[in-house]
Every structure is written in C-alpha cells, then in structure tokens.
C-alpha cells in the first residue's frame, strides 16, 4: 500500500488566478496514522490560507484527497476553530457549496525580530494579520535588553485578547540577522557583550 503526499503550487507563481497544481513527490515514506492526520490538516489549512475561501469539493480535487476524508478533516478544522464556514454561494444545481476560511480567531501567536539597532514584538492572528506592535531601539542588541523587552511587553500585547483568546495562543516566533552575535565590531559593540 502505498503512501501518498502532495504539494501544493501555482504554476506561473501567482497565487490569485492560477488553476491548483497537485504533485505527488517520489521519495513519499511511510508514515503512522498520527503522521498522516498532522499533514493533512496542515495541508489543508496550507491551501485554505494560501488560495482564500474554498469548498470542500475544491480541496478535494486539488490535494487528491478523498471527498470524505476532506470533509472529515475540514469539519475537525472547523470544530478546532481554525476554520469558519463563509456564505453558501447559491445558483449552481444541487445543493448550495459552503466555502471554508481562515478563522482569524483560531490561534495567535507573537513574533519578534531582533536587530542591529532595534527589535520589534507583534502579536499575529491566525490569518498573519498584526493585532499589536512595539518596538524598542537599543546601541546594539544585548541579551538583557532583549529579555527585559519581551518580559515588559508580552503581557501588554496580550491584554488586548480575551481570556479564551489567551489560552489559543501557540508560542514565539523569533528572527535575526544571520550570527547577528558575530557583529559586534560592525555595530560597535563591547566585546563579548552580545554574548548569551
């Protein structure tokens, strides 16, 4: 029995208007049932994100996937609160087709970029969309200055979620020039100061 993945892509890049393209990779291993479920979900959520409000039939035909199993895993999304049913579109024979969203609301998460001169702490909803911002400029980026910056700003970025909004909120995403810690002749650093 064999295991099937799939990718998803536009072929001229250009999300908007193209047709789904499915690819089945070659080098698809097995994976347990856990494995499976996971990917899938994550496909997807993937398509959902990347293509705006679509039907179950649509991602369907596009992931390869079963109708059944499509709906299986989109209506688990939706019981999840990542997914959202939009308007039925109507006009079509049979019965209405019930698109499915991104539900902004399904998690949040917080990002903060470090850089040379200073960092920035957002707070993100599910679609990306930023909620909140700060930021804080620094001589060059310190652990201290860091962590002092995050420990005071969390807690004021969050406060502008509800309580069961709180408790969807999935981690810290964090970026950084490449060896930013390497620099600190460039920035004019203290040795050993960027140090951890």
């Known amino acids: 029995m064999a295991t099937r993945a799939y990718a998803i892509n536009a072929p001229d890049g ?25 990917y899938n979900e994550r496909l997807l959520l993937s398509l959902v994100r990347r293509f705006g409000p679509l039907s179950k039939i649509e991602v369907a035909r596009s992931t390869g996937l079963s109708v059944q199993a499509t709906s299986a895993i989109m209506n688990r999304l939706q019981a999840e609160g990542l997914l959202k049913r939009e308007a039925p579109l109507r006009g079509r024979v049979g ?20 850089g040379r001169r200073s960092c920035d702490l957002v707070l ?10 700060t930021c804080r400029a620094y001589a060059f980026p310190t652990p201290k200055v860091i962590l002092d910056f ?13 309580a069961s909004q709180r408790r969807r909120i999935a981690g810290v995403g964090v970026a950084t020039p490449f060896q930013l810690w390497n ?6 650093a203290p040795e050993g100061a960027m140090n951890a």
């Open 124 to 133: 993100v909803d599910f679609s990306g969309a930023i909620r909140q911002r």
């Open 14 to 38: 250009d999300a908007a208007g193209s047709p789904l393209v499915v690819v089945s990779p070659m080098n698809a291993g097995g994976a347990n049932q856990a494995g499976v479920r996971l």
């Open 183 to 188: 620099w600190e002749s460039e920035i004019g």
């Open 150 to 162: 995050v420990r005071e700003s969390l807690p004021s970025l969050a406060v502008s979620l509800t």
């Open 95 to 114: 019965q209405p087709t019930i698109p499915m969203s991104i539900d902004r609301e399904g998690a949040f998460s917080f990002g903060l970029k470090i």
